[in-house]
C-alpha cells in the first residue's frame, strides 16, 4: 500500500525558515517524480513544486521560485522541501502528492507563519 | 499559465439527484484533466483523470467528459458521502494549475 508520511511543519515568524519532509513506502520511490501541493486555511489547492525521478527536472510555482527549494533522496525514500524567506501568505497545509496525476497524497502538514 | 475555471461555486442539491460540475479551461489541455474530491480535513482524492478515465477504486456513479477547453463531472446519483469540494487540475502545461472548486452541498 502506498503511504506518505509528511513532517516537520509548524510554526515560524515571517522571514524565517522551515524543511518539510515526506516519507514514502510502499512502492519503488526512485521511480516516480513527486510534488508538493499546498491549500492555505478555507482555500483551493496550490500546486508549488514538482521534481522527476532523477532529480534532473524541477520546476516551481511562480509563487515560491527563488525562495522554496524541493530536493529527494532515493536511498532514503524521501522528498524534501527547503523554505526560507517564509511570509504570511505560505500559511497552509502542505501535501506532498506521487506523479503529475495526483493520485496518491500524504495527509498534510500545516506549516504557520506568523510573529 | 493555464487558468482552469469552475462553475458553479456551490451546488445545492439532495441524495440521488444528479450533479454536473464544469471546468472550463483558458487555453487547450487536450485530455490532460483530473477531478479530485476533497472532504474537511482530509487530503484530496483522484476521482477522473485524463478527462474520463476513473481512479481505482472510485464508485461507478462518478464519470469526467471533455476535450480541449470545456470538461464535465458528472455524478450520476448523489450518496450521502458525495457532498465535499471538487476540484479539477490541468497537467498539459506547467505550472500545473487548479481550478478554484465547486462545493457540492446538501439541499
Not at chain 1, 520546476?59 to 532515493?74: E, H, L, P
Request: charged share 15%.
Amino acid at each position: 500500500e502506498v503511504h506518505l508520511v509528511e513532517s516537520g511543519g509548524g510554526l515560524v515568524q515571517p522571514g524565517g525558515s522551515l524543511r518539510l519532509s515526506c516519507a514514502a513506502s510502499g512502492f519503488t520511490f526512485s521511480s516516480y517524480s513527486m510534488n508538493w501541493v499546498r491549500q492555505a486555511p478555507g482555500k483551493g489547492l496550490e500546486w508549488i513544486s514538482y521534481i522527476s525521478s532523477s532529480s534532473s527536472n524541477i520546476y516551481y510555482a511562480d509563487s515560491v521560485k527563488g525562495r522554496f527549494t524541493i530536493s529527494r533522496d532515493n536511498a532514503k525514500n524521501s522528498l524534501y522541501l527547503q523554505m526560507n524567506s517564509l511570509r504570511a501568505d505560505d500559511t497552509a497545509v502542505y501535501y506532498c502528492a506521487r506523479e503529475i496525476v495526483l493520485k496518491y497524497w500524504g495527509q498534510g502538514t500545516l506549516v504557520t507563519v506568523s510573529s | 499559465e493555464i487558468v482552469l475555471t469552475q462553475s458553479p461555486a456551490t451546488l445545492s442539491l439532495s441524495p440521488g439527484e444528479r450533479a454536473t460540475l464544469s471546468c472550463r479551461a483558458s487555453q487547450s489541455v487536450s485530455t490532460y484533466l483530473a477531478w479530485y474530491q476533497q472532504k474537511p480535513g482530509q487530503a484530496p482524492r483522484l476521482l477522473i483523470y485524463d478527462a474520463s478515465n476513473s481512479a481505482t477504486g472510485i464508485p461507478a456513479r462518478f464519470s469526467g467528459s471533455g476535450s480541449g477547453t470545456d470538461f464535465t463531472l458528472t455524478i450520476s446519483s448523489l450518496e450521502p458521502e458525495d457532498f465535499a469540494v471538487y476540484y479539477c487540475q490541468q497537467r498539459s502545461n506547467w505550472p500545473l494549475t487548479f481550478g478554484g472548486g465547486t462545493k457540492v452541498e446538501i439541499k
